[in-house]
């Protein structure tokens, strides 16, 4: 072959493949789409309209296959069980698109703020304080006949629940310990804990952890299942 074909060889070999490249591009573009009004159909509470990136190359592919690598969806907000939750972030990985929905494994993580926290002390512990945070702790604030008491507060996850551990405690000037406060008050701030309830079957909280002024939440599951509502696509 000459010069001239082999050049002609290359540059139709660039125009199928870039022609290919566009096509599955395309494809991939118009099954975020559909995805995301998915996500919107399955996750109930989603608040605003998800951002969802299926990643891996060829995407044809992997459809073919009937198996998606990875699939990442970002929203604005979630509802769980009347607790708004921002910034929410789902990675999926291993996921079957036949008769049904399967998930290898997935994580949800969302912020829950300050002033839902408290409210659902208020709630769920009974427990009357003002809440801030403060680099990696929260801070509760209440009076004790007439003097400030502060109490330093970590956030954990345990058993679907936010745990929370008292690790200071300041009663006007001075530091005390827990067992030396009135009998109720110590009750109150003794195996704190606040369920997160409504979580997509499957997944349960994994993290709490104070993080630029509010509570980021993180949860998994794996091997899940979920069934395709009737009418909806492949």
Do not use: C, N, W
């Amino acid at each position: 072959m000459g010069a001239r074909g082999v050049v002609v060889g290359v540059a139709l070999l660039v125009v199928v493949g870039g022609g290919a490249v566009v096509a599955d591009r395309v494809a991939v573009g118009m099954a975020e789409d559909a995805a995301a009004r998915e996500v919107q159909a399955y996750v109930e509470g989603v608040i605003g309209e998800p951002d969802v990136q299926i990643h891996g190359f060829p995407f044809l592919t992997q459809v073919l296959a009937g198996r998606l690598d990875r699939v990442t969806a970002r929203a604005d907000g979630l509802v769980v069980d009347g607790v708004e939750l921002t910034d929410v972030d789902i990675v999926a990985r291993g996921i079957g698109v036949d008769q049904s929905y399967t998930v290898d494994d997935a994580t949800l993580t969302g912020t829950l703020s300050v002033a839902s926290a408290q409210r659902l002390l208020a709630t769920q512990a009974e427990l009357d304080v003002d809440l801030a945070a403060e680099g990696d702790r929260l801070l509760a604030r209440t009076t004790v006949l007439g003097v400030d008491l502060t109490a330093a507060l970590a956030p954990r996850a345990q058993d679907g629940r936010i745990r929370i551990d008292v690790t200071r405690l300041t009663l006007g000037p001075a530091s005390i310990d827990v067992a030396d406060l009135p009998r109720a008050l110590e009750d109150q701030l003794t195996d704190l804990a606040i369920p997160i309830e409504g979580l997509p079957e499957g997944i349960a909280l994994t993290g709490a952890d104070v993080r630029d002024g509010a509570i980021r939440l993180s949860a998994a599951g794996a091997d899940l299942v979920v069934e395709k509502r009737p009418g909806s696509g492949s």
